[in-house]
């Protein structure tokens, strides 16, 4: 049973600094894409960044490229996404998701139901 376990978020103000951190069991992740997603308030959840567990490429929601960056350690089976220049429209509830799905690898996967695995979320919340 795969088992996603987000950590780190909390309050920052804008213009900080935060690495989020999911830690993934149950599974050898081979061929499987990780992915952060976040969903505000009376918002639909939004497709952040992805990460290709084999090779480790990556893959960006494009209003955020530059801003945020996604990594895996293999050794201790965790994603990571780094967060830099945050503003309060980043505040948000991250998630962190994994997909078996073999077309993630080719043109990568942005939407939730393309994913099988979620953790429990870590709220992010970034005051101006």
């Known amino acids: 049973q795969v088992q996603l376990v987000e950590s780190g978020g909390r309050l920052v103000q804008a213009g900080g600094s935060l690495r989020l951190s999911c830690a993934a069991s149950g599974s050898t992740f081979s061929g499987y894409t990780m992915a952060w997603f976040r969903q505000a308030p009376g918002k639909e959840r939004e497709f952040v960044a992805g990460?290709?567990?084999?090779?480790?490429?990556?893959y960006y929601a494009e209003s955020l490229k530059g801003r945020f960056t996604i990594s895996r350690d293999n050794a201790k089976n965790t994603v990571y996404l780094e967060m830099n220049s945050l503003k309060p429209e980043d505040t948000a509830v991250y998630y962190c998701?994994?997909?078996?799905?073999?077309?993630?690898?080719?043109?990568?996967?942005?939407?939730?139901?393309?994913?099988?695995?979620w953790g429990q979320g870590t709220q992010v919340t970034v005051s101006s």
């Open positions: 990460i290709r567990w084999t090779g480790g490429s990556t």
């Open positions: 998701a994994a997909s078996g799905l073999a077309s993630c690898l080719g043109y990568g996967c942005y939407v939730p139901s393309q994913y099988t695995y």
